[in-house]
T-cell receptor, first 112, second 112 residues
């Protein structure tokens, strides 16, 4: 299986704190994507980082990619209770017609 | 507004029965996907399609079938051969395989 790993599996923080989530993947990628899922809903795409990029920002989100370590991190700054959700990384591995491979997800709880 | 619509939201299957989950998109996306989500398992790919009248098996296609007669529609049939169908089913679409995916809000299937 090419499924990568995310850590931690669960994270609980206080509102206003930063949340850092990590993702590792198996082989070379075209890009890596982060998604968010609220309970009982579909996934929502947050950010995509290409293999030749090292860092990307979108609002309160910051994503880094280290291809030498085959890992990525998602940082949510100044967290809010509304950020409570599951977060998934998805790897787009190189190769013809390669689809996304999703991790098992990280459950983030932000306490008001 | 463009998006993906999945129906029904909840579905119950009797023993030996086939059931069909609907997925419609008006995003003009070429690629469509079906995923199964079980607690703690992340998303697993069932079937995917890049063009009309063509589709490929994903990682867990046994017991499922699909059709792609129109670009907008990608229905999934859960057959009686699928012995453990209870799960949350998610449909997604994208412009291409390495592009961000847009998800519907899922169908929760249970056995009566």
């Amino acid at each position: 299986s090419q499924q990568g790993e995310e850590d931690p599996q669960a994270l609980s923080i206080q509102e206003g704190e930063n949340a850092t989530m990590n993702c590792s993947y198996k082989t070379s990628i075209n890009n890596l994507q982060w998604y968010r899922q609220n309970s009982g809903r579909g996934l929502v795409h947050l950010i995509l980082i290409r293999s030749n990029e090292r860092e990307k920002h979108s609002g309160r989100l910051r994503v880094t990619l280290d291809t030498s370590k085959k890992s990525s991190s998602l940082l949510i700054t100044a967290s809010r209770a509304a950020d409570t959700a599951s977060y998934f990384c998805a790897s787009n591995y190189t190769g013809a017609n390669s689809k996304l491979t999703f991790g098992k997800g990280i459950t983030l709880s932000v306490r008001p | 507004d463009g998006g993906i619509t999945q129906s029904p939201k909840y579905l119950f299957r009797k023993e030996g029965q086939n059931v069909t989950l609907s997925c419609e998109q008006n995003l003009n996306h070429d690629a469509m996907y079906w995923y199964r989500q079980d607690p703690g398992q992340g998303l697993r790919l069932i079937y995917y399609s890049q063009i009309v009248n063509d589709f490929q098996k994903g990682d867990i296609a046994e017991g499922y079938s699909v059709s792609r007669e129109k670009k907008e529609s990608f229905p999934l049939t859960v057959t009686s051969a699928q012995k453990n169908p209870t799960a949350f089913y998610l449909c997604a679409s994208s412009r291409g395989y390495n592009q961000p995916q847009h998800f519907g809000d899922g169908t929760r299937l249970s056995i009566l």
